[in-house]
């Protein structure tokens, strides 16, 4: 059975760091072609993918908060760890980490629960 | 970046009813385009990869279809589970998401 769970603060102030932990289980990411990547959700609007790692250490961020974001893996442990610095109020999601294939399906195809994390003084 | 254009916003329909969802890309994105469907309080739930390819677990009523920059999601007959928010999400440059369609009970 393949879990993923986010794991992080639920409240960041703004220009602060946040950090995030997806921890899964039921596959491995040392096995050739699988991912785990983040995705988040303000409330009420649509999915974002801002960055993904892979098995080799590839890491692939969106170009838009590139600048921000650090990805890492700690594969003894199964999990991932993202940084996100300067934390804004637009901020203000729902974060989830997925598991991504470079095979079929190729797609984020196991999801965590999310975590909401709001950005405020 | 890809954007993707999803219409309607809104589709109002009644269990057992057809639904027809459009995603539009704003460049050729081949067959490199997944449906999700996601319901209140829930992660997105993986339903079509590569266009027209149905998930693991995911019934025959959903079928999908399109390639290039046009692409059709559809529910054949609406079961009452099937009311949430539908994604589209392309894999050709990077990963967007299109902006969802809501199925709504008419």
């Known amino acids: 059975q393949i879990t993923l769970k986010e794991s992080g603060p639920t409240l960041v102030k703004p220009t602060q760091t946040l950090t995030l932990t997806c921890t899964f289980s039921g596959f491995s990411l040392s096995t050739s072609g699988v991912g785990v990547g983040w995705i988040r959700q303000p409330p009420g609007k649509a999915l974002e993918w801002f960055a993904l790692?892979?098995?080799?250490?590839?890491?692939r961020y969106s170009p838009s908060l590139k600048s921000r974001l650090t990805i890492t893996k700690d594969t003894s442990k199964n999990q991932v760890v993202l940084t996100m610095t300067n934390m804004d109020p637009v901020d203000t999601a729902t974060y989830y980490c997925?598991?991504?294939?470079?095979?079929?399906?190729?797609?984020?195809?196991?999801w965590g629960q999310g975590t909401l994390v709001t950005v405020s003084s | 970046e890809i954007v993707l254009t999803q219409s309607p916003a809104t589709l109002s329909l009644s269990p057992g009813e057809r639904a027809t969802l459009s995603c539009r890309a704003s460049q050729n994105v081949n067959s490199y385009l997944a449906w999700y469907q996601q319901k209140p309080g829930q992660a997105p739930r993986l339903l079509i990869y590569d266009a027209s390819n149905r998930a693991t677990g995911i019934p025959a009523r959903f079928s999908g279809s399109g390639s290039g920059t046009d692409f059709t999601l559809t529910i054949s007959s609406l079961e009452p589970e099937d009311f949430a928010i539908y994604y589209c999400q392309q894999r050709s440059n990077w990963w967007t998401f299109g902006q969802g369609t809501k199925v709504e009970i008419k």
């Open positions: 997925a598991r991504r294939l470079t095979v079929v399906p190729y797609y984020f195809d196991y």
């Open positions: 790692i892979y098995w080799d250490d590839d890491k």
